[in-house]
């Protein structure tokens, strides 16, 4: 029976997705779990996955267009199977219309060279174009002035980078980054106000910490750890480890939360009206920093995963932000939230909650410093780290119990691994 395929949800505001490319077309296998297409939100540009195998009989929407979520996009099911067509007439899969043509290297510049063309012009500041497509033009110094947009409106995406760079086109930003300096003198050549139109990225994530902050009650709750048994530890664990598989204290920090919250299932929850809902599962979130903003990886069922577990998912879902091709299930299902700025020297710092979660952890640097201990001073490691909740569904003894039990997990390191 043929199964449709719909615009995934990625993320909790998501409520559109630009359907970039089609990997399958009409009439060719599919097996589960393959990638049938490239779509582009807000933050990244993700691979959907076909949800059942079979023949791909039907493209419902056309490349470059802007899809609702939950909308149909695609048809998978038996070779030979009729399907409703978008006239609501059955159709066979050998009726299928042409499949849809990714744009070629040739057809892109002649485009470029067409005086009648959609994109902006170059007399316009603005550039309509993807976040993700600005990352790279930055990344390869591509003019977007010279790019002709193939996406909605003229609006420039990756593919479109990518087919100027195949092209020759050339990769200089501006001709005076080209100039040599000979002698001194300031950076500053303009001293007018620059505007710098923000990204869809930056306006999701200013609509959500909006909205959070003036619906949700925060309180917060400042704990100073221990660190100095975890760090040896660390470096413990390290020796026996590859370059590529080193834990790192942030790995220690995701586990021994998950393992409070199992303690803790208020804070692993969120507000449904009147009831609180405590997940099932531990999942923590992961705050990771991307061209223009932030965004959130998930470790799923933290609790029951090793170091070395955690550690390996955080790195390849981090990457695969950074690089704007994350998967739906990196970024779908937490339960908490963590954000660490650890490797920024940071001292202390809270974080607004990311809805519908109940609470967030900020998370600082482990420093040396001095401290006092049984009327000595010596040097030790010390880490701070704030909780953020929601005073609808907890209060302050609870969450300094809940830190409390962070402490006795990354104080006494070893008990993560048994």
């Known amino acids: 029976m043929a199964e449709t395929i719909s615009m995934p949800k990625l993320g909790f505001d998501m409520a559109e997705g630009l359907l970039v490319r089609w990997v399958k077309q009409v009439g060719e296998t599919i097996n589960k779990g393959d990638v049938l297409a490239e779509i582009e939100t807000d933050k990244a540009t993700v ?6 195998s079979g023949v791909v009989l039907q493209l419902i929407v056309d490349q470059g267009t802007m899809v609702p979520v939950n909308a149909p996009i695609a048809i998978v099911g038996q ?22 043509t990714q744009p070629t290297v040739d057809a892109v510049s002649q485009l470029s060279s067409t005086p009648q063309t959609s994109v902006s012009n170059l007399q316009s500041p603005v550039v309509k174009a993807s976040p993700l497509a600005k990352k790279v033009a930055r990344d390869q110094k591509v003019d977007l002035s010279h790019i002709q947009g193939t996406g909605p409106g003229g609006r420039i995406i990756r593919r479109d980078i990518e087919a100027a760079l195949s092209s020759g086109q050339s990769s200089v930003s501006s001709k005076q980054s080209a100039q040599p300096i000979t002698n001194y003198q300031s950076p500053i050549t303009n001293y007018n106000d620059t505007i710098v139109p923000t990204t869809k990225l930056r306006q999701a994530i200013g609509r959500r910490l909006v909205e959070s902050k003036t619906t949700i009650p925060h309180f917060y709750v ?10 040896d530890m660390r470096k413990q664990v390290n020796a026996y480890l590859p370059d ?60 029951h995963k090793t170091l070395r577990q955690i550690s390996s998912e955080v790195k390849t879902m981090a990457a695969r932000a950074r690089e704007g091709k994350v998967k739906p299930d990196d970024v779908d299902g937490s339960t908490f939230s963590t954000s660490n700025l650890g490797m920024y020297d940071v001292e202390e710092f809270i974080a607004i909650i990311n809805p519908p979660e109940a609470g967030i952890l900020a998370i600082s640097s482990a420093r040396e410093i001095p401290v006092v201990e049984n009327g000595e001073l010596k040097v030790g490691w010390r880490m701070k780290a704030t909780i953020s909740v929601d005073h609808r569904v907890s209060d302050g003894a609870e969450a300094a119990q809940f830190m409390q039990a962070l402490a006795r997990f990354l104080e006494n390191p070893v008990r993560m691994l048994v």
């Open 47 to 52: 691979e959907v996955e076909s949800s059942a």
């Open 79 to 100: 070779a030979g199977e009729a399907v409703q067509n978008a006239e609501g007439r059955m159709q066979n899969v050998d009726e299928k219309p042409a499949p849809q």
């Open 244 to 303: 590529n598989e080193k834990v790192s204290v942030n790995d220690f920090i995701l586990k021994g939360v998950a393992l409070s919250l199992s303690q803790f299932p208020n804070l692993n929850a969120t507000l449904k009206g009147n009831e609180i809902v405590q997940f099932g599962h531990v999942n923590v979130g992961v705050a990771v920093t991307v061209p223009g903003g932030l965004m959130t990886v998930v470790v799923k069922d933290t609790d």
């Open 222 to 231: 400042t704990h100073e750890f221990k660190m100095d048994a975890l760090m």
